[in-house]
């Protein structure tokens, strides 16, 4: 299957085909996640890699390039994501396994969420020889911010001396996480969050029931409320949204357990959003994620001082940036229960 891109794109591809003439050696999508960012990198990769692109700059799908690339073995081009993203066996399974010095060793390993600096290394030999349809050669890496520092270091170094007919193309979520450094080098392009419609006359075409509600959990971002809607954790996050909306030291401790089950940043990014709706709707009335919760939202509202509820959203926010790496998952959550239960009751 050929790479595609989604409707609220289409505008983004146009301007992107006037890059063309002039490639920049570097170039740095940034957007919101969930909104199909890796997808659309995916596609001008291919676009770059096909041997008889069409006239408004989509990959033909149907040149030995195009099958190369749709097979995940075109030999000028590679894809970098952390382990845990390599979710699809074959070809991609290969990067995982050179990594390791060629053992997988499958049992009870947890997949890596950084880009690691053996990956960044591995690029060398691809880049040290020549292409094989004397073409360009493509690099896609994605999130930008995955890279961890040895490996930032190390990427930088090849931005800074690109080899001839190479092209980075990188995304990130978020440029603030990113080395100054490796931003100055890259030539950014945003790609556009979808408007309300788009997105959900997407999501309806995939026949997703109650769309409106999975788009509005999600901050508008179809892909993320499509994966949301998918991956089952619709439970746990109701769970946490009743101890939010009732804020209670037991049942905090009680649920502790079961909720760090599923993925700590998934759960700190909806207490997050909870918090953003009781203080809009503290401010103006509205509510943004949950309207299911109005009753709920509005009671907490009229409840908490703003000062504490300031401070229960500076403390969701730091807990964000540990939510990757906690030391033991039920302890964080056990951690931000509480805090959360003393800022609000
Ligand atoms: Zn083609």
């Known amino acids: ?8 794109q289409n505008s983004a591809w146009e301007q992107l085909q006037l890059l063309r003439a ?9 957007g919101a996640a969930g909104t199909g960012k890796a997808d659309f990198i995916e596609a001008f990769a291919q676009a770059l890699l096909c041997e008889n692109v069409q006239p408004d700059g989509h990959a033909c799908a149907s040149c030995v390039s195009c099958g190369w690339f749709s097979q995940h073995n075109h030999p000028d081009y590679r894809r970098v994501r952390p382990e845990a993203l390599e979710d699809e066996p074959g070809a991609d399974g290969e990067d995982g396994a050179d990594a390791d ?10 997949p890596s969420k950084e880009i690691k600096i053996e990956q960044i290394r591995a690029l060398a030999d691809f880049m040290n020889i020549s292409t094989h349809r004397q073409g360009l050669r493509v690099v896609v890496l994605y999130p930008a911010e995955a890279l961890n520092t040895p490996a930032s270091n190390a990427l930088l170094k090849t931005l800074e001396e690109p080899p001839p007919g190479t092209v980075f193309l990188l995304s990130s979520n978020s440029l603030d996480r990113l080395l100054p450094t490796i931003l100055s080098r ?64 037991e049942n905090a401790l009680k649920s502790a357990d079961k909720l760090s089950k599923i993925p700590l940043s998934a759960l700190v990014s909806w ?7 009781v203080f809009c709707y503290k401010l103006s009335g ?26 229960a959203i500076k403390g969701a926010n730091d807990r964000r940036a540990t939510a990757e790496h906690p030391l033991s998952p039920k302890l964080f959550v056990e951690d931000m229960l509480l805090d959360y239960t003393a800022c609000c009751t």
């Open 286 to 311: 509205t509510i943004r994620y949950f309207p299911r919760y109005r009753k709920e939202v509005a009671a907490l509202a009229e409840r908490v001082q703003t000062a504490k509820l300031m401070q």
């Open 22 to 30: 002039r490639m920049p050696h570097a170039l740095l999508f940034y």
């Open 101 to 110: 010095g060629g053992k997988k060793t499958k049992a009870a390993k947890t």
């Open 271 to 277: 207490q997050q959003r909870w918090l953003y709706d």
């Open 1 to 8: 299957m050929s790479a595609t891109i989604y409707p609220w």
């Open 186 to 249: 890259c030539r950014k392009f945003a790609l556009p969050m979808p408007d309300e419609l788009a997105a959900l006359a997407w999501l309806k075409a995939q026949g997703l029931g109650d769309a409106e509600a999975w788009l509005r959990e999600q901050g508008g971002a179809p892909l993320a409320a499509l994966a949301q809607s998918e991956g089952g954790n619709r439970e746990e996050m109701d769970a946490l949204l009743q101890l939010l909306a009732h804020p209670n030291v």
